[in-house]
Nanobody, 121 residues
Framework: LQLEESGGGLVQPGGSLRLACTAS????????IGWFRQAPGRGRELVSC??????YYPDSENSRFSTSIYKAWNTVYLQMNSLNPEDTGVYYC?????????????????WGKGTLVTVSS
């Protein structure tokens, strides 16, 4: 399984971005897909975990972010709204075999190379 993120870029505070995580090699239906943010000088923190059509969020992100899957393209999307400068960082998607709320930065089986999101005026 190989993962590739796309969709990052520069956005003004209050703006939106949609990131994509595209998998090749294996269908994503066998994995939980996690989106993680790594801000400068910090570790990877979980943004969302998508599995079996359900998304699990850390409480702080529930109202601004959402995920969806387009199975035909084997792609999971992260829609980010009302972005603020604290959302700046490299966003990674990771895949862990199994289902449920199992996304952990220390436990993912596969990682993409990340896509940079910069929120700045």
């Amino acid at each position: 399984l190989q993962l590739e993120e796309s969709g990052g870029g520069l956005v003004q505070p209050g703006g939106s971005l949609r990131l994509a995580c595209t998998a090749s090699g294996v269908s994503l239906e066998y994995y939980a897909i996690g989106w993680f943010r790594q801000a400068p000088g910090r570790g990877r923190e979980l943004v969302s975990c998508f599995s079996d059509g359900t998304t699990y969020y850390p409480d702080s992100e529930n109202s601004r972010f959402s995920t969806s899957i387009y199975k035909a393209w084997n792609t999971v999307y992260l829609q980010m709204n009302s972005l603020n400068p604290e959302d700046t960082g490299v966003y990674y998607c990771g895949a862990r075999a199994g289902s449920g709320n199992i996304c952990r930065s220390s436990a993912m089986d596969h990682w993409g190379k990340g896509t940079l999101v910069t929120v700045s005026s």
